[in-house]
């Protein structure tokens, strides 16, 4: 295994304003950060993601790049692979809020199963 691979948000979005869930038109978006991830997961021991000459990113790009994350792995493999070393406080404040809001669809998708199996 690969010892890092490095993300840089900039470089492949070619904004410092990212959006948008689905690379529908082509163009760079949060599936493709998501893809990125997903696709050099099991290659490397941890996943550095740059956010140098990014402002902010709307949240449903936070959810699709990093969020979806969580569907496919658990929190604690998240904290332990995915490294946000230039991440200043507001990119942070919106990492956690993406996280959190993504957890709780996650939990109430499960609670939603939950119980409409006891019928």
Same mark, same amino acid.
């Given at each position: 295994?690969?010892?890092?691979?490095?993300?840089?948000?900039?470089?492949? !979005?070619?904004?410092?304003?990212?959006?948008?869930?689905?690379?529908?038109?082509?163009?760079?978006?949060?599936?493709?950060?998501?893809?990125?991830?997903?696709?050099?997961?099991?290659?490397?021991?941890?996943?550095?993601?740059?956010?140098?000459?990014?402002?902010? !990113?709307?949240?449903?790009?936070?959810?699709?790049?990093?969020?979806?994350?969580?569907?496919?792995?658990?929190?604690?493999?998240?904290?332990?692979?995915?490294?946000?070393?230039?991440?200043?406080?507001?990119?942070?404040?919106?990492?956690?809020?993406?996280?959190?809001?993504?957890?709780?669809?996650?939990?109430?998708?499960?609670?939603?199963?939950?119980?409409?199996?006891?019928?």
């Amino acid at each position: 295994m690969e010892s890092e691979f490095r993300i840089d948000i900039f470089d492949i !979005m070619q904004t410092s304003t990212p959006s948008g869930r689905t690379n529908e038109d082509g163009s760079p978006a949060g599936n493709t950060i998501l893809n990125l991830i997903c696709d050099n997961w099991d290659k490397y021991e941890k996943i550095n993601v740059s956010f140098e000459g990014i402002a902010q !990113m709307t949240r449903p790009f936070l959810d699709e790049a990093f969020g979806k994350v969580l569907d496919i792995h658990s929190l604690d493999e998240f904290n332990a692979k995915l490294y946000f070393p230039d991440a200043g406080d507001q990119i942070v404040k919106a990492l956690n809020g993406a996280i959190k809001l993504r957890l709780s669809i996650i939990k109430a998708a499960k609670e939603r199963k939950s119980s409409s199996e006891g019928f």
